[in-house]
């Protein structure tokens, strides 16, 4: 019987050695490296859209139809929204989030693809980040994908414009029924088709296309690492399955590889 401390021991060893091994790491996070950070969930208990209920699904050719209506309901934070923008504007990041900006600057993770759109990666000082729902905080023109932070874009005419080519500029969000950006999609993939070892942390591998991500690495022969408390639907095919909070773990794999770096 080895202690279950022993075993997240030993599979640290066995993930250092894989992220430290392979040439381009690519890292895949989801709504568990947030809950971390008390961002409150969209759905489950206590969710914004369980308590709201869901957006429509066809949300964004909603917008299409009526931006400049779109636009004031964002402006006066009708319905979920205060809560949801409230969320994202207190939330700060975990040790999570810092210990992945910390491997991205010592060059042992070279990209981050993230499903949540709460920023805290940037904020963390992640810098080569995809995030492939968007990110709230940003707006995007519907044109040609220029961001910018929300607060810099006057919004005495709606729907704003993009001061580079007068498109429509929306909520850099995705929502229901939207594409996703082409621009982040295509990033997306140039990380995957060259990504030998994916670290997966706080998803659980149902949501596509992110879903997919893990299975491409794993079918071009990369090894998957995986940090979750619970275990998820891709834990039968990592090679390693750290159990635990990603705010507690990472740190420590972190600190392996940096031992593993200087020595
Ligand atoms: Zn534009």
Not at 166 to 184: R, T
């Amino acid at each position: 019987m080895v202690e279950p401390g022993e075993e997240l021991d030993r599979n640290l060893d066995q993930a250092a050695d894989l992220l430290l091994g392979a040439r381009y790491v690519v890292a895949l996070t989801g709504a568990g490296v947030s809950v971390e950070s008390s961002v409150r969930p969209f759905r489950g208990p206590g969710g914004i859209w369980t308590e709201h209920g869901e957006p429509p699904m066809d949300g964004y050719q909603r917008f299409l139809a009526d931006p400049r209506r779109e636009w004031q309901r964002m402006i006066n934070r009708e319905g979920y929204l205060k809560d949801m923008f409230e969320a994202f504007e207190t939330a700060k990041p975990n040790a999570g989030h810092y210990a992945l900006a910390e491997l991205e600057e010592i060059g042992v993770l070279k990209s981050l693809i993230t499903q949540n759109v709460d920023n805290l990666h940037r904020a963390a000082g992640s810098r080569n980040v995809a995030e492939i729902h968007g990110n709230c905080l940003l707006v995007r023109c519907l044109e040609c994908n220029a961001r910018f932070p929300k607060d810099d874009i006057p919004v005495d005419e709606l729907p704003p414009r993009c001061p580079g080519c007068n498109g429509i500029m929306k909520n850099d969000g995705v929502y229901f029924g939207e594409p996703i950006a082409a621009d982040v999609l295509h990033k997306c993939q140039e990380d995957v088709s060259t990504c030998d070892c994916m670290l997966l942390a706080g998803t659980s591998g149902f949501v596509y296309p992110a879903a997919g991500f893990p299975l491409t690495v794993r079918r071009t022969g990369g090894s998957l690492v995986e940090v979750d408390p619970y275990g998820t639907g891709l834990t039968h095919m990592c090679d390693v399955a750290l159990k635990g909070k990603s705010g507690e773990v990472l740190p420590r794999l972190l600190e392996r590889i940096k031992t593993r770096m200087s020595g």
